[in-house]
T-cell receptor, first 115, second 109 residues
Framework: DTGVSQDPRHKITKRGQNVTFRCDPI?????LYWYRQTLGQGPEFLTY????????KSRLLSDRFSAERPKGSFSTLEIQRTEQGDSAMYLC?????????????FGPGTRLTVT | DQQVKQNSPSLSVQEGRISILNCDYT??????FLWYKKYPAEGPTFLIS?????DKNEDGRFTVFLNKSAKHLSLHIVPSQPGDSAVYFC????????FGQGTELSVKP
């Protein structure tokens, strides 16, 4: 299977703890996106990378959130000092910057529960 | 400020009939509009898209219509099949994608 993969699929943590999620995009895709989805809502854009460069960050991405894509391949999203409001599904997607850049391929997501 | 809205949280249709999912947007600068389908425990999958310079795009059983003057797009599925039961998200592109809240479609045999 050469789709987008995310790890872990589920994470339960206590408030105040740090968590880190990983995303492995489709190998030839140079763009990688992070979204957050809460119940009854569509995915909300958080940030995106082209290769290793982080090109845009949403205002939703507070200073407790940081994302990296050190070698232009996989990416990590870290949340420090988690809060209950961080409970959500975190989705990763990848695409090409040429051809049809609007066609983003999503991974299955990481469901975060902060207790 | 919800720039993309799907006002119907759910829709139920009989197998073989037409499903029509609707989406409204506010920003006339969006250049592409997309529909994604999501099954439980999976990420959204791309379904069909339309450029802002067109008013219709068709792909098999799926057709997307764009009415720029009304800032409205719709997805038609004909004929509907039970396997189409999923949550459908519309999304508009302005650099990044902005998604609506989703409509849960249930196609009954």
């Amino acid at each position: 299977d050469t789709g987008v993969s995310q790890d872990p699929r589920h994470k339960i943590t206590k408030r105040g703890q740090n968590v880190t999620f990983r995303c492995d995009p489709i190998s030839e895709h140079n763009r990688l996106y992070w979204y957050r989805q809460t119940l009854g809502q569509g995915p909300e854009f958080l940030t995106y990378f082209q290769n290793e460069a982080q090109l845009e960050k949403s205002r939703l991405l507070s200073d407790r959130f940081s994302a990296e894509r050190p070698k232009g391949s996989f990416s990590t999203l870290e949340i420090q000092r988690t809060e209950q409001g961080d409970s959500a599904m975190y989705l990763c997607a990848s695409s090409l910057s040429s051809g049809h850049p609007y066609e983003q391929y999503f991974g299955p997501g990481t469901r975060l529960t902060v207790t | 400020d919800q720039q993309v809205k799907q006002n119907s949280p759910s829709l139920s249709v009989q197998e073989g009939r037409i499903s029509i999912l609707n989406c409204d947007y506010t920003n006339s600068m969006f250049d592409y509009f997309l529909w994604y389908k999501k099954y439980p425990a999976e990420g959204p999958t791309f379904l069909i898209s339309i450029s802002s310079i067109k008013d219709k795009n068709e792909d098999g059983r799926f057709t997307v219509f764009l009415n720029k003057s009304a800032k409205h797009l719709s997805l038609h599925i004909v004929p509907s099949q039970p396997g189409d039961s999923a949550v459908y998200f519309c999304a508009s592109r302005l650099g990044k994608l902005i998604f609506g809240q989703g409509t849960e479609l249930s196609v009954k045999p």
